[in-house]
């Protein structure tokens, strides 16, 4: 594994690669939102997709881990527009992409605005395929409570403080991460100490402002799916708290040439939570691409 910072029009970026002796294709991946970065969604993924033969670059987005604040407010168009610019300045010719939750919304993004070099997707727990943050006859109550937290910033505020208590921290990751074994002291360090760093929740924050409206988010591309461009596997935790698993099937059903991997038990953190169901999926998708 390597790290290294390239300057990109929004900023510098800091990024996570991992290079086989003679890779057979490059995957880039993007992490979350909330408490995340490259190590932390895919430390565990990255250098066994190496091992596989693939050249992988994850980065850490604006205003995350290693990477500089964005020079302007994050908000959804300026991140997938950051993909363009990441992939433009490597000198990505042909490519596969994929993402965790916000970072699977940034994949559909950039893929329908710039599927030219791209050869698949993959989306995890993806972000931007419903129309409000939940499902069910009290989603428009708590949207609208939602919105005014954001808008107040306790929702912030209650976000910072459990960045800085452990217990807190442990109680919400098992929301996320259902397997016991998976949910290891050493993550929920390095999970604490990307809580800790200083304004490490800005960019989430200014990109929650800029999505989360009284009566809907501001991205839904399920409309857009049955057009989307290059073949897609959906990976979807069973048990995701935040994502409903109707909505990946539903997307997976949308998009004309996709595969839909449902991980029995897991939840919304799905490749930490059963990475190695998760690994074969993507290897053999993969492999798929290359073969076709």
């Known amino acids: 594994m390597t790290r290294a910072v390239i300057d990109l029009p929004s900023g510098?970026?800091?990024?996570?690669?991992?290079?086989?002796?003679?890779?057979?294709?490059?995957?880039?991946?993007?992490?979350g939102g909330g408490v995340d970065n490259a190590s932390l969604s895919w430390g565990?993924?990255?250098?066994r997709l190496a091992q596989a033969g693939y050249r992988v670059v994850a980065p850490d987005h604006p205003g995350y881990g290693h990477s500089a604040p964005a020079r302007l407010p994050v908000t959804q168009e300026r991140l997938v527009a950051y993909v363009g610019e990441l992939v433009d300045a490597l000198g990505l010719e042909r490519y596969a992409?994929?993402?965790?939750?916000?970072?699977?919304?940034?994949?559909?993004?950039?893929?329908?605005?710039?599927?030219?070099?791209?050869t698949g997707a993959m989306l995890l727990g993806s972000y931007g395929i419903m129309p409000r943050l939940s499902d069910g006859p009290l989603s428009g109550v708590r949207q609208l409570?939602?919105?005014?937290?954001?808008?107040?910033?306790?929702?912030?505020?209650?976000?910072?403080?459990?960045?800085?208590n452990r217990r807190a921290m442990v109680r919400s990751m098992q929301a996320l991460i259902t397997d016991p074994t998976a949910l290891t002291d050493a993550l929920i360090d390095e999970i604490m100490a990307a809580a800790g760093q200083k304004d490490g929740f800005v960019a989430f924050e200014q990109w929650q402002r800029d999505q989360v409206g009284w009566n809907r988010q501001r991205t839904d591309y399920t409309?857009?799916?049955?057009?989307?461009?290059?073949?897609?596997?959906?990976v979807h935790g069973e048990c995701d708290p935040g994502v409903p698993v109707a909505r990946a099937r539903a997307a997976a059903a949308l998009i004309p040439d996709s595969k839909l991997k449902i991980v029995a038990g897991a939840g919304h953190w799905v490749q930490r939570d059963r990475p190695d169901i998760?690994?074969?999926?993507?290897?053999?998708?993969?492999s798929g691409l290359a073969e076709s």
């Not at 290079?19 to 294709?25: E, M, N, S, T, Y």
């Not at 565990?44 to 250098?47: D, L, V």
């Not at 409309?223 to 959906?234: D, E, I, N, Q, T």
């Open 44 to 47: 565990g993924i990255g250098p």
């Open 97 to 118: 992409i994929g993402g965790l939750s916000l970072g699977g919304g940034m994949t559909i993004g950039h893929v329908l605005d710039r599927p030219e070099r791209v």
């Open 278 to 286: 998760v690994l074969d999926a993507m290897t053999e998708f993969l």
């Open 223 to 234: 409309g857009r799916l049955a057009s989307f461009p290059r073949p897609a596997l959906v």
């Open 12 to 31: 510098p970026v800091s990024y996570l690669s991992w290079v086989p002796d003679q890779p057979a294709a490059t995957v880039v991946l993007l992490h």
């Open 145 to 164: 409570l939602t919105w005014a937290t954001v808008r107040t910033g306790l929702l912030g505020a209650a976000t910072r403080w459990v960045g800085t």
